[in-house]
Nanobody, 120 residues
Framework: VQLQASGGGLVQAGGSLRLSCAASGRSFANEGWFRHAPGREREFVSVISRGGYRMFYADSVKGRFTVSRDDAKNTMYLQMNNLKPEDTAVYYC????????????????WGQGTLVTVSS
């Protein structure tokens, strides 16, 4: 099983990016996004259940980020709008069972990360 994250890049504050996470081999009950900025701990960003029936966001991104998934393509997306410099981080996608939600410890598989840099 492999997760491949893509879509990161350099964007100005107020801009948008869309991240993708493609899973090979199978689909998962829950898929999430986390981020890790230099000097900070890894941070939960969002999570979505299979079929998109349940979603949850960190307060810091609520109203600006939208998570979605296409189970037919085994791909999850993170649409990031109104980006801020504090959103700068390496973004990781993760996949796991129904118990995987905001805690990274519950996720069984992780992608390699994609760098998002937001300039002021």
């Amino acid at each position: 099983v492999q997760l491949q994250a893509s879509g990161g890049g350099l964007v100005q504050a107020g801009g948008s990016l869309r991240l993708s996470c493609a899973a090979s081999g199978r689909s998962f009950a829950n898929e999430g996004w986390f981020r890790h900025a230099p000097g900070r701990e890894r941070e939960f960003v969002s999570v979505i259940s299979r079929g998109g029936y349940r979603m949850f966001y960190a307060d810091s991104v609520k109203g600006r980020f939208t998570v979605s998934r296409d189970d037919a393509k085994n791909t999850m997306y993170l649409q990031m709008n109104n980006l801020k410099p504090e959103d700068t981080a390496v973004y990781y996608c993760a996949a796991g069972p129904p118990t995987a939600w905001t805690s990274p410890d519950k996720y069984a598989y992780w992608g390699q990360g994609t760098l998002v840099t937001v300039s002021s």
